[in-house]
Structure formats: C-alpha cells, structure tokens
C-alpha cells in the first residue's frame, strides 16, 4: 500500500519497495489540489486535500515514465512519455487505454509539453537528439480547422473547406 505525507514545502511517497520517482506535474485545473507522479511505470494522481490516490495508471510505458504535462485546455487530459519511445496521450476518467499513442522517436523520450495557447502543439524531446513538434488536433480542445487561415487555402482547399462546413 502507498501512501503520500505532505508537510509544510514537500511530499514523500512511501510504498512497498523502493519506487522510482522521475516526474510530477500540478493540475492547472483543480486550483492546486491534485498532482500527477511518474512512478517507475506507472502515472500516478493525487489529491492534495485528502492525500488520498485519485487514479493509478498501471503500466502505462513499458519502460521508466520520465515526464508528464496536463493538457492546460482540457481538464481530464494528461500526456506521458518514457523510455520506451512513446508519448501517450490519457484521460484521467478512463485510464485502461491512452487516447492516443505516438511513436516517432527512435529512443527514450525524455520531455513531453503542451503549448499554453495551441493545445493541438505538442513539443517532445529525446535521447535519439531530436525534438518533435507534433500538431494533434484530434485531441485538442481546438476544433478541426479553427486555426487555418483562410488566405493561406489554394482554390481547391477552400473549396474542400466550404463542403465540410456545409456537410457539418
């Protein structure tokens, strides 16, 4: 059984074992009240006020979890990545399976954030000396299209453009 001991400036995980912590992330969603913590393999959510465990991603990389970053539009929505070359995008309400999978690095994948303003922006960085700027707009609080510019379609896009605003 874990438990989580808060006193005035920091917070210590006990457990059986002696368990890896690499990250933790604040949700800017619930006023400072819930954490995120990348334990070994496994993501972990936290509640502040009852330090009590809210959500317990269970082998969510099949190697160590290095970083974590909250979605700062979409409340339920927590990115992962680790040493298994993945980034996973999670919905904390439902954690049996990522909402989505990214598999564009060739070795561990040290940092994952989200743009602040562009929540579809999802910038990575690894071990293989990349960093990867990835558009999501399928996950994002954004919907489809909202952020082409109209000038900048060619004839037959704008023309594709009008039929999808029309069909929707």
């Known amino acids: 059984m874990q438990r989580c001991l808060l006193n005035d400036s920091s917070a210590a995980l006990e ?3 002696q368990l ?3 990250s933790g992330r604040w949700s800017p969603h619930h006023n400072c009240t819930q954490i995120a913590t990348a334990n070994d393999t ?3 959510g936290w509640d502040t006020r009852s330090m009590r465990q809210i959500y317990c991603i269970e082998n969510a990389h099949g190697q160590l979890v290095r970083d974590l970053d909250f979605n700062p539009n979409k409340q339920y929505y927590l990115a992962s990545c680790g040493d298994d070359c993945k980034v996973k995008f999670w919905d904390t309400r439902n954690v049996t399976e ?3 999978t990214l598999e564009e690095h060739s070795h561990w994948v040290w940092n994952v954030r989200y743009n602040h303003s562009h929540d579809q922006l999802i910038l990575t960085g690894s071990s293989d000396s990349r960093v990867i700027l990835s558009n999501m707009v399928s996950i994002s609080s954004e919907p489809f299209g909202h952020m082409v ?3 900048e379609l060619s004839d037959q896009e704008d023309q594709h453009q009008e039929e999808k605003y029309e069909v929707s």
């Open 15 to 17: 457990g059986k074992g």
């Open 42 to 44: 496994n993501v972990r």
């Open 149 to 151: 510019d109209d000038d």
């Open 98 to 100: 990522p909402v989505k």
């Open 20 to 22: 890896k912590f690499t």
